[in-house]
């Protein structure tokens, strides 16, 4: 079943729902279409979603959940969702999975006969205290705390289970390796059950953040689990160079790592960072409630300026970068509602920052045409971005060369102003330029308020830095 997931791991939203602002419908879409056929032929496999951090998996990963829980009325595959992060304090990880397994079995027991369901409850009683013990014994050895309250809910169910006539009797010493294996088999043959009646999708999130050795031991208890149980599907989601460089720090540099891993991993899927094609403003709605639309009379395309903009970002960097910008535009402006030209250059300016052009004007007119500055460092990291300038900043109005200040070639944007201009104005006061120089036409409506916006700039600049 799906944990309660950190807003970290999603991606970000302001509403309730999240927003697939990537589309990242396609790939489960073909996910979806993969384990079907697996289904179908009643198959076993484990297989990787590889992405970079920061590439979304876990967003993927929740959509992927919601389309296997809702497919033909929920009455094809029972869905168990196990965070290793969560876990990975424990130096014997099969404790932290079977527990994530049976949670799941006790919710989803409601789609399954009486009779399944009594024998699954006893079954789980059974192997409680087995678990319990474990828990117990990793507790004392590495963390240090009082086990009272676990060792009395281990006597409880003792009880409960002798009352049962299903003890493992109370001549045995408890032996840490028998609790293991009991375990183990025991959900072997539990998983073996309810693969008759349903395709066992188990999603296994967050092992590439996990200690280098316990990553490698979840990797060993879930082939160890999972071996041979037909009808069963294993999804992990791993950054693939993290999970190359733990098994290397794991065995030695010498290590085949693709040899090794294929005992574990059947075959492998790869996610891209994607493409903005959904509504950012929509993505990032309290953000933009921060601002008032109706300031500038515009036909600029927000969306298409920030699908652009932030292109080259994997999501998890982007989600940063806006959150930074919120908490800088809440302390610097709490009550002011600005117009959207603000809003546009608070994220030209983060995404900017980001890539370190700090030093100098990026964006400038050359043969008719703003673009950015064809420094290397610039167009390899904002490529699309400088292609949107070309393409779409066009129309521009200026009288250029009005005249010349010392050797600074001086441009007045003419009425009326639109975001754009404003963007090339408001950058033109944060950097240093020794080619061009640009100012609004003194009848500019709310000139005076624009030129308020240029000093808050500044000030807002000086919360980023502080902001991290």
């Not at 003194?442 to 308020?449: D, G």
């Amino acid at each position: 079943m799906r944990d309660n997931i950190e807003g970290e791991d999603l991606a970000i939203v302001d509403s309730e729902q999240p927003i697939d602002l990537l589309n990242r419908q396609e790939i489960v879409d073909q996910i979806m279409q993969l384990i079907n056929a697996i289904s179908d032929n009643r198959g076993s496999f484990t297989f990787s979603l590889n992405g970079e951090w920061g590439s979304g998996k876990t967003f993927v990963l929740n959509m992927l959940e919601e389309n296997l829980l809702t497919y033909q009325d929920g009455k094809k595959y029972l869905v168990f969702h196990y965070n290793c992060w969560e876990y990975d304090y424990y130096e014997e990880p099969l404790f932290a999975i079977i527990a994530s397994l049976l949670e799941g079995i006790d919710e989803e027991t409601h789609l399954l006969s009486k009779e399944a369901r009594d024998a699954i409850k006893v079954g789980i009683e059974t192997v409680k205290p087995y678990l319990l013990k474990i828990a117990s014994a990793v507790s004392k050895a590495n963390l240090g705390f009082d086990v009272t309250r676990v060792s009395q809910m281990v006597s409880d169910l003792k009880q409960r289970l002798e009352n049962a006539n299903d003890s493992p009797g109370p001549e045995r010493e408890y032996d840490p390796y028998f609790s293991f294996n009991s375990t183990l088999r025991y959900i072997q043959r539990q998983f073996r059950e309810l693969s008759q009646d349903y395709t066992v999708v188990l999603v296994v999130d967050e092992l590439d953040r996990c200690m280098p050795a316990y990553a490698v031991k979840v990797l060993e208890r879930l082939h160890h689990l999972f071996y041979g149980v037909k009808n069963c599907i294993v999804v992990l989601a791993v950054a693939k160079g993290q999970i190359d460089h733990t098994i290397k720090q794991v065995f030695g540099n010498e290590t085949m790592v693709d040899q090794y891993l294929k005992k574990f991993i059947d075959f492998q899927m790869e996610l891209g960072v994607g493409t903005i094609q959904g509504s950012f403003s929509q993505k990032y709605s309290e953000y933009f409630a921060m601002f008032d639309k109706t300031l500038i009379e515009t036909e600029f395309d927000i969306d298409e300026f920030c699908a652009a903009l932030f292109d080259s970002l994997d999501p998890r960097t982007q989600e940063h970068l806006m959150n930074r910008i919120k908490t800088a535009h809440k302390i610097l402006i709490p009550e002011e509602k600005k117009d959207y030209s603000f809003l546009c250059f608070e994220m030209l300016w983060i995404v900017l920052l980001h890539n370190g052009l700090t030093n100098n004007m990026p964006i400038l007119m050359e043969r008719g045409k703003f673009c950015l500055t064809e420094k290397r460092s610039l167009t390899t990291s904002l490529d699309k971005f400088s292609e949107y300038i070309r393409k779409k900043w066009t129309n521009i109005s200026m009288l250029p060369s009005t005249y010349w200040h010392g050797y600074i070639e001086s441009n007045i944007f003419n009425n009326p102003i639109d975001i754009p201009q404003l963007m090339i104005w408001y950058l033109d006061d944060m950097y240093p330029n020794e080619v061009m120089e640009y100012q609004l036409d003194e009848s500019t409506p709310r000139l005076e308020e624009y030129l308020r916006n240029r000093e808050e700039i500044k000030r807002f600049d000086d919360l980023l830095n502080i902001i991290k």
